[in-house]
């Protein structure tokens, strides 16, 4: 089974959006709230260069964006 985490915020609908579609496909992920894990949040937007959500780490692979058909590749979907 992959490690999948999703850096996001409460209020972007594409993070909505991408946490629906996991859960639609029954994919176990965890949620970093970027507004309130600030020293997560530096890390990942230091690695991907981005600061914009979400952000999927898939293993050890980012997704920067709501990437549909480079997530269901990075998973096997």
Do not use: W
């Amino acid at each position: 089974m992959k490690k999948v985490v999703v850096y996001s915020t409460p209020t972007c609908p594409f993070c909505k959006n991408l946490k629906k579609y996991l859960d639609e496909k029954e994919v176990s992920y965890e949620v970093v709230d970027v507004t309130k894990e600030r020293d997560k949040a530096k890390e990942v937007f230091q690695k991907t260069g981005h600061r914009s959500v979400p952000i999927t780490l898939i293993d050890d692979e980012y997704v920067v964006g709501f990437k549909k058909d480079r997530i269901n590749e990075l998973l096997g979907l």
